[in-house]
Nanobody
């Protein structure tokens, strides 16, 4: 019933930009903390950015100042604007929705940064 669907990934050159989207269905979006995670090849999963129901945001040090997380309540969608991309940003990006003991994950979208 609950689905999170990521989109917007792709191949981009260093210094370029992408906007990822996570469309939620089956939940009341505004009650959840929404988080973007990523996992690069051979690397551990790491938190990239999160936004709470009160619109408080948190970013990994590695992306702070370059990435921006936001949400559109009307569209039940969370976004990750990614600017000044670096090769080390290459990873599968996953959307997570969390409220209390409830946790939901999307299928992921691939971001590859390469010249």
């Amino acid at each position: 019933q609950v689905q999170l669907v990521e989109s917007g990934g792709g191949l981009v050159q260093p210094g370029g930009s992408l906007r990822l989207s996570c469309a939620a269905s089956g939940i009341f979006f505004s009650y959840y903390t929404m988080t973007w995670y990523r996992q690069g090849p051979g690397k551990e999963r790491e938190l990239v950015a999160s936004i709470t129901s009160g619109d408080r945001t948190n970013y990994a040090d590695s992306v702070k100042g370059r990435f921006t997380i936001s949400r559109d309540i009307a569209k039940n969608t969370v976004y990750l604007q990614m600017n000044s991309l670096k090769p080390e940003d290459t990873a599968a990006y996953y959307c997570n929705a969390a409220w209390s003991s409830l946790h939901y994950w999307g299928q992921g979208t691939q971001v590859t940064v390469s010249s």
